[in-house]
């Protein structure tokens, strides 16, 4: 096989990827707006639980608090160990955070893909044709930056939610 058949090949291929690439990338954008919706909803609720989360702490009183998933758990499972608790705390976090560092990488692919039936556009004298595919393009990167902005700031402080509780439960138990 020679290497025009392999580009060839990888083109066509390529190619073949934009339609999973851009279901995947409209899935994540409705997830983005779920987890900025029950972001929104966990941050009211930790609100109005804080007053009493926070005298639990400073009593060491073990109960559980409407919001506090980390405390919850270490509530359900008193002799879990700090190890087990920082893996909970992580798996609360990990969806997002993983969305929030796929979605540019996939807007990239997206953007990737047409940049090759543009290019042959171009060099054919189609003007069309290389709009068509820079608007494909650039709208990819685009939803892909949305759906990870989207996502970056609930990460961000629900991963602050999480160390807090950790040193909490430090607090409970008198470490």
């Known amino acids: 096989m020679n290497i025009q058949a392999i580009e060839v090949l990888m083109a ?32 009211l609720i930790r609100r109005k639980s804080r007053l009493s989360y926070q005298r639990g702490i400073d009593n060491k009183s073990l109960q559980s608090h409407n919001g506090f998933h980390v405390h919850n758990y270490f509530i359900a499972n008193p002799s879990a ?12 976090l990990e969806t997002l955070r993983i969305v929030t560092r796929v979605a540019p990488m996939l807007g990239l692919i997206a953007t990737m893909i047409p940049m090759g039936p543009a290019l042959k556009a171009l060099a054919d004298g189609n003007i069309q044709g290389i709009s068509e595919n820079l608007i494909i393009a650039f709208a ?6 949305v759906i990870s902005t989207l ?25």
């Open 12 to 43: 066509n291929v390529s190619e073949l990827l934009m339609t999973p690439v851009i279901i995947v990338i409209s899935v994540l954008f409705v997830y983005a707006f779920f987890a900025v919706g029950r972001f929104v909803s966990e941050f």
């Open 140 to 145: 990819a990167v685009i939803w892909g930056l």
């Open 151 to 175: 996502t970056f700031w609930p990460a961000s402080v629900k991963k602050r939610w999480c160390a807090q509780e950790l040193i909490n439960i430090r607090k409970l138990r008198g470490e």
């Open 81 to 92: 160990s700090e190890d087990e608790l920082e893996v909970f705390a992580l798996k609360q």
